[in-house]
């Protein structure tokens, strides 16, 4: 299959947009202009990029601690997804829920979660929410490696396959459960097996090819909206920071583990197939990461500006 | 107002057809709730009107069944989640108290949860340690949810109406030994009971007893039991525990000067703490004996009839209670 060119391009634009904004993060936390945890996403970038080209805005998506990159490619705002992260209360959640609950329901996004596994259940119920009202929009729950061990995980999968709900299980395994190889700890041959007794498909993808990605949400979401039930998939990636900030990613990762994942860029790769096809050139992709560049400074600015929240919001929002 | 006799089983599966009658985005799930009409048989019907779209048989995974209906609830849906015993909620304590409590706050005010999530509580069924406990304590501790706990069967009837409308998540507790107890209900459509709202069940001057859930039942026998010796007690029902209506509890102990507090949970770090140290707070100045807290015994709830029924508060207990504050009238 070969896809549209403009979905390439945009799916370049997303990475970029990704790459640029947890690379600010970085900046913004050793600088002292946010505080508590940073989990970057750096390296894992094609997976949140080509399932959300897949899916539609009316669609939903759950996300994880490491969730900007998901945010950003599902549609959240860039200076307020900064805002948030800085505790301004031009945030998406008004500075109230900072980097691990970013949310933005007007685009799907139901909220990262600081549980691992937390959105297990949330997606599969907005696919039960979806299927009883009658709607074809279909829900996707981003999980890690870590997370395919909870047993919840087990649980919804039996929900989704008995009901034949429209949700779509991305695991991103970026091989290590914080500082623990995921082998040491996880049984079976792959993550993607895990479905197969639910009689739910599932499919292991390079987590690094956007496009790979994209065919397989694609095919996941095409039989969610048939009414088909759904899929499991494993994105084989890496991150290439620590587990947050703090964690300089090394002593339990080899160098030349880090650099041969480094070496398939998930960034790089697309570019190369873009210039390859002759889709764009060059100085076209470059004007696209200068626009990039500058949206971030201008989401950077915005946020820095903005106030914190008064004090008299700490009690509001508990209650509807 | 007219009204028809009816049980608090009764009771409580009229208001879930009345409400899904009047909001097809409402639906029922939960274990054994379709044809079964749930362990306890109280919902026997629902599933006839409704059919399985809407009264919805779940496999047993509590925590997969609430993170759905959490899910649901936060994507235009109005589900009602059936735990069947209290002592389950345990196995989706993530799933209610990091998710559902927490989202709205989280998302500044963006997210919605209207979630009902209906268990169980109360021992006196020789179903042992872990079918028989009142755990209603742990979720009245979390910002962000609602609590409910109907004495009667016209408190849970309104109660029951007013949580599925509520745009938050509601947590309604049934006392299982209630659900054969008969009693007066409204039969307006539209009876529903606002939150935050106790209510005085019988009228007193001497001591107040303020009670939740079945152990209204029991201070309402101690109340008789008392008149006879010439004390006058108030029996007050807070009916929810979040939102708490301090107000009528202090004004009650204001006007009485004394106090039992009696509920099912455990007595150590639960409700009649609570609502001790708010009525102290109130009523200080007017406070003429120690107010006395009457809780389940601190002991998981043992099997064997004779040693179950020495752990739950009864009527002789609150008399004695009173007895010992040596009221004398003037």
């Known amino acids: 299959m070969s896809l549209p060119s403009e979905i390439l391009i945009k799916m370049y634009r997303a990475m970029l947009r990704i790459r640029r904004f947890e690379e600010q993060i970085w900046e913004v936390y050793t600088g002292g202009l946010m505080h508590g945890l940073a989990h970057l996403y750096i390296g894992e970038e094609a997976v949140a990029v080509g399932v959300c080209a897949a899916l539609r805005d009316d669609d939903f998506i759950t996300s994880t601690h490491r969730g900007h990159g998901h945010c950003v490619a599902k549609g959240g705002n860039l200076e307020a997804m900064m805002a948030e992260v800085m505790g301004r209360v031009t945030g998406h959640c008004r500075g109230k829920g900072g980097s691990m609950h970013i949310a933005d329901m007007s685009v799907g996004i139901l909220g990262a979660n600081g549980i691992v596994g937390g959105g297990f259940g949330i997606a599969t119920g907005a696919a039960l929410s979806a299927q009883k009202r009658g709607t074809d929009q279909v829900a996707v729950c981003f999980f890690g490696d870590g997370a395919s061990n909870q047993g919840i995980f087990f649980e919804v999968m039996n929900f989704a396959a008995i009901w034949k709900l429209p949700v779509i299980y991305v695991c991103e395994n970026n091989h290590y459960g914080e500082y623990t190889p995921t082998g040491n700890v996880t049984a079976g041959k792959s993550i993607a097996d895990r479905s197969l007794p639910f009689g739910i498909p599932s499919t292991t993808v390079d987590g690094s090819d956007a496009i790979a990605v994209y065919e397989a949400t694609a095919e996941a979401v095409e039989r969610a909206r048939k009414g088909d039930g759904a899929t499991l998939i494993e994105c084989d ?84 | 107002m007219s009204m028809r006799e009816m049980t608090y089983g009764e009771a409580v599966k009229e208001a879930i057809a009345e409400e899904m009658r009047r909001d097809p985005t409402v639906f ?303």
């Open chain 2, 28 to 330: 029922l799930m939960g274990e054994d709730v379709g044809k079964a009409g749930t362990v306890f048989k109280v919902l026997l019907g629902l599933h006839d009107e409704f059919g399985d779209d809407r009264v919805i048989d779940t496999p047993i995974a509590e925590a997969g069944l609430v993170g759905l209906g959490v899910g649901a609830a936060l994507t235009g849906s109005r589900p009602i989640v059936d735990i069947m015993f209290g002592d389950f909620v345990t196995l989706a304590m993530d799933q209610i108290v990091n998710q559902a409590a927490k989202l709205r706050y989280m998302s500044g005010g963006q997210a919605t949860v209207p979630i009902t999530i209906r268990s169980t509580m109360g021992a006196g069924r020789s179903s042992a340690a872990q079918h028989s406990q009142s755990l209603h304590a742990w979720l009245a501790h979390i910002p962000g949810l609602k609590v409910a706990i109907p004495s009667t069967p016209a408190d849970a009837k309104g109660l029951f109406k007013t949580a599925v409308r509520d745009d938050n998540p509601v947590v309604i507790y049934e006392d299982k030994m209630m659900y054969a107890l008969k009693g007066m209900v409204p039969t307006e459509e539209d009876y529903t009971i606002p939150f935050g709202q106790a209510h005085i069940k019988r009228e007193g001057d001497d001591v107040t007893l303020i009670a939740t859930s079945s152990m209204i039942h029991v201070a309402l026998d101690a109340a008789d039991a008392l008149a006879e010796q010439g004390i006058s007690a108030e029996v007050v029902d807070p009916r929810t525990l979040v939102p708490l209506d301090s107000k009528t509890l202090i004004e009650s102990v204001v006007k009485t000067t004394r106090a039992v507090i009696i509920d099912e949970g455990y007595k150590s770090f639960g409700i009649t703490g609570e609502i001790a140290s708010t009525v102290y707070n109130g009523a200080f100045d007017y406070i003429d004996a120690p107010i006395v807290r009457l809780g389940a015994m601190d002991v998981p709830v043992p099997f064997s009839k004779p040693l179950e029924d020495a752990t739950i508060p009864t009527a002789e207990d609150v008399i004695k209670a009173v007895q010992d504050m040596k009221i004398i009238h003037r």
């Open chain 1, 237 to 320: 990636t890496y991150r290439y920071r620590g587990h947050h900030v703090g964690d300089p990613g090394e002593g339990y990762r080899t160098k030349e583990e880090i650099e041969s994942w480094m070496a398939k860029d998930p960034i790089q790769l697309l570019r190369t197939k873009i210039l390859d096809d002759n889709i764009a050139s060059g100085a076209e992709l470059d004007a696209e990461e200068r626009e990039v560049e500058k949206e971030m400074e201008n989401a950077l600015e915005a946020a820095k500006a903005a106030p914190y929240p008064d004090v008299e919001e700490v009690n509001q929002h508990v209650y509807a």
